[in-house]
Nanobody
Framework: QVQLVESGGGLVQPGGSLRLSCVAS????????MGWYRQAPGKERELVAR???????YYADAVKGRFTISRDSAKNTVYLQMNSLKPDDTAVYYC?????????????WGQGTQVTVSS
């Protein structure tokens, strides 16, 4: 059973920074990619950033230059460093991973962590 556990959300003032972490645990063969999505009230869940197994990264236009995704493959952990935060970044942030187990490749989601940007 694969589990993703996020941490690092909270309340921050505009212009501030937060760092999210997500650890994948359980029995699996490989992690193909990991990423972060977010969902604001009344809006659809959207991709924020993704990092592939070869290190290639993708960012939503809204966060380019402000957010950085990175990983520690040895720890099965992905990070999202969020700088210059804006009120529009307020949302529940979800970790996602595409993981190959011994029998299948599937999408997994964390439980979500709230990020609130407000003065």
């Amino acid at each position: 059973q694969v589990q993703l556990v996020e941490s690092g959300g909270g309340l921050v003032q505009p212009g501030g920074s937060l760092r999210l972490s997500c650890v994948a645990s359980g029995s699996f063969f490989s992690i193909n990619s990991m990423g972060w999505y977010r969902q604001a009230p009344g809006k659809e869940r959207e991709l924020v950033a993704r990092i592939m197994r070869d290190g290639t990264t993708y960012y939503a236009d809204a966060v380019k230059g402000r957010f950085t995704i990175s990983r520690d493959s040895a720890k099965n952990t992905v990070y999202l460093q969020m700088n210059s935060l804006k009120p529009d970044d307020t949302a529940v942030y979800y970790c996602n991973a595409v993981i190959t187990s011994w029998t299948t490749t599937a999408d997994y989601w964390g439980q979500g962590t709230q990020v609130t940007v407000s003065s």
